[in-house]
């Protein structure tokens, strides 16, 4: 029987990459602490797939998305980065299994590649540091809709349904920064209630309080600015039932953009 194993939430700006950031990524160097310990971390794990959630991929309003393509591929190279282009195999079986857990669920799912798949940053990124760990192993890219949250809890349990039915021992990735309003002059304007989203968020995850992030406001996660919650539901969703471990390994957002980086050890 499969199980997940691992999962975390990590960040996704473009210039934590050094090619990219030209020196501005010293300014959040714990963040990049952040993701060498949770890239030890997962190491140590020894998965046989990894799913990544982005919230910048091909997406469905009215849907989820994954991949049923049978391999993808990305680079950093609109942002300048000169690196060969990467290829990931896609775990078919285990995608397969996922779209009928969630039908069986009436969870709507829908493909977001037939015949190959191009990588966002909201995945690129990330793997900069994370492929050290996960180089050769298969990649799901999943994305989320513009559904309830409870929809996308539900889509969560559906994957640890699916992950059980299988024999892969699974990683899931959920990327996603969190407000972008944290300071004047931040990338989607300032708003007061950004830093309020932030620590209401990074303090439900650290104790793990499903039902505290369930709960936060619809205006307070509209003028947060956020671009990553439905990916951390859809996690908790999948680790629903199971005994984690959080740890809160980094959290900054010097450019007035919340950056997390977060792991939960499954016991």
Known sequence: MGEIVFGCIVPHPPLLVPDIGRGQEEVISATTRGMER???????KHVDAVLIISPHGGYHVDAMGILSAPFSTGDLSKWG????????????????????????????????????????????????????????????????????????????????QAVEQSKKRVAIVASGDLSHRLI??????????????????????SHMDVQAVMGLDDELIERAGECGLRSVVILLGALDGLKVK???????????????????DVV
Request: aromatic share 10%; glycine share 10%.
């Open 184 to 205: 004047p002059g931040a990338p989607a304007g300032y708003d007061a209630m950004g830093e309020v989203f932030d620590k209401k968020l990074v303090e439900a995850l």
């Open 38 to 44: 949770l890239t030890d971390a997962l190491g140590q």
């Open 81 to 160: 980065v000169r690196e060969p282009q990467q290829r990931f195999d896609n775990a078919l079986n285990l995608a397969g299994l996922i779209r009928e857990r969630a039908g069986e669920a009436d969870i709507p799912v829908k493909s977001i590649g037939e015949s190959g798949y191009e990588l966002d940053h909201g995945v690129m990124v990330p793997l900069h540091f994370l492929i050290r760990e996960i180089k050769g192993l298969p990649l799901i890219p999943l994305t989320f809709a513009w559904l309830p949250l409870q929809v996308h809890f539900a889509f969560g349990k559906a994957i640890r």
């Open 246 to 264: 959080p740890e809160i390994l980094s959290y900054e957002g010097p450019f007035g953009v919340g950056y997390l980086v977060a792991s939960f």
